[in-house]
């Protein structure tokens, strides 16, 4: 199979609907991603309603701020943690040789769906609000960039903290480079926005926790078989079609709220 079919099969595979729980996965990655996704879809629905409903929300400063950091940074650090889990299962599979050509098809494809986002934002919501350089950016890019450091522990920690905390330093200088904006903080640049710095510290921070929590793949604690409770089993479903999720949620929400007459375009 060429790359160019690896691609599109992954692009296509990326958004299949997932119904039943797979068994070999550790429930507790989906589970957290599960609950990532449920405080992004609480995001956005307030998003929504003050951007576009007229509601007094405020989101840039305060509670609903942290709110959507924390968010951000449950999505990152999970990416981190979930290529520590697939390094080391496509190391089992192939023990030696580069693995790098898989993870830049990776990238690609959730890069790709980045770049859609951007596209239909912007064509429904004009230049002022569209996703410019947003998560699944960021996601796909990070995934490219982080292999040559997936084998490391420490150095990721110190890279990733060293990436986050730079980032409140280099917005302070409020920045005026537009062709930089995926890189470094920038004002104006849209919503959802998420440059590598800091956001790819996050990500770095999430491979030293799968390095030190899940050596080879495998969980190093003891944690009780919670994968099949009603409360965590719909978080998992969610965990794994969080990119589905993430694509569609926004349309349902905005149509469902355009029909209730919440908000008006």
């Given at each position: 199979?060429?790359?160019?079919n690896?691609?599109?099969?992954?692009?296509?595979?990326?958004?299949?609907?997932?119904?039943?729980?797979?068994g070999?996965?550790?429930?507790?990655?989906d589970?957290?991603?599960?609950v990532?996704?449920?405080?992004?879809v609480?995001?956005h629905?307030?998003?929504d309603?003050?951007s576009?409903g007229?509601?007094?929300?405020t989101?840039?400063?305060?509670?609903w701020?942290?709110?959507?950091?924390?968010?951000?940074?449950?999505f990152t650090?999970?990416?981190?943690?979930?290529?520590?889990?697939s390094?080391?299962?496509?190391?089992r599979v192939?023990p030696?040789?580069?693995?790098?050509?898989?993870?830049?098809?990776?990238g690609?494809?959730?890069?790709?769906?980045?770049l859609v986002?951007?596209?239909?934002?912007?064509?429904?919501?004009?230049a002022?609000?569209?996703?410019?350089?947003?998560?699944l950016h960021?996601?796909?890019l990070?995934?490219?960039?982080?292999?040559?450091?997936?084998?490391?522990r420490?150095?990721?920690?110190?890279?990733?903290?060293?990436l986050t905390?730079?980032?409140?330093?280099v917005?302070?200088?409020?920045?005026?480079?537009?062709?930089?904006?995926?890189?470094?903080?920038?004002?104006?640049?849209?919503?959802?926005?998420?440059?590598?710095?800091p956001?790819?510290?996050?990500?770095?921070?999430g491979?030293?926790?799968g390095?030190?929590?899940?050596p080879?793949g495998?969980?190093r604690?003891?944690?009780p078989d919670?994968?099949?409770?009603?409360?965590?089993?719909p978080?998992?479903?969610?965990?794994?079609?969080?990119?589905l999720i993430y694509?569609?949620?926004?349309?349902?929400l905005?149509a469902?709220?355009?029909?209730?007459g919440?908000?008006?375009f």
């Amino acid at each position: 199979m060429t790359a160019l079919n690896t691609y599109f099969t992954g692009l296509r595979a990326s958004v299949r609907p997932v119904f039943v729980l797979r068994g070999e996965r550790l429930w507790e990655i989906d589970a957290l991603r599960g609950v990532a996704i449920v405080m992004m879809v609480v995001y956005h629905l307030l998003w929504d309603l003050a951007s576009l409903g007229g509601y007094d929300i405020t989101l840039r400063s305060g509670f609903w701020s942290w709110w959507q950091i924390v968010t951000a940074s449950l999505f990152t650090g999970l990416v981190g943690l979930s290529l520590t889990l697939s390094y080391s299962r496509e190391r089992r599979v192939y023990p030696s040789g580069s693995l790098w050509s898989k993870y830049i098809i990776r990238g690609l494809t959730i890069f790709t769906w980045g770049l859609v986002i951007g596209l239909v934002t912007y064509l429904a919501l004009g230049a002022g609000y569209y996703v410019r350089f947003g998560i699944l950016h960021l996601i796909g890019l990070s995934i490219i960039l982080a292999y040559p450091l997936l084998r490391f522990r420490w150095l990721n920690l110190a890279l990733g903290a060293a990436l986050t905390l730079l980032g409140p330093a280099v917005e302070g200088l409020h920045l005026s480079l537009p062709a930089l904006e995926w890189l470094a903080p920038t004002p104006g640049s849209g919503v959802d926005y998420a440059p590598l710095i800091p956001w790819f510290g996050r990500v770095l921070i999430g491979v030293f926790l799968g390095n030190m929590l899940y050596p080879g793949g495998q969980r190093r604690f003891s944690l009780p078989d919670l994968g099949h409770s009603r409360l965590i089993m719909p978080l998992r479903l969610m965990g794994e079609n969080s990119l589905l999720i993430y694509l569609v949620h926004q349309p349902i929400l905005l149509a469902t709220l355009a029909l209730l007459g919440v908000i008006t375009f």
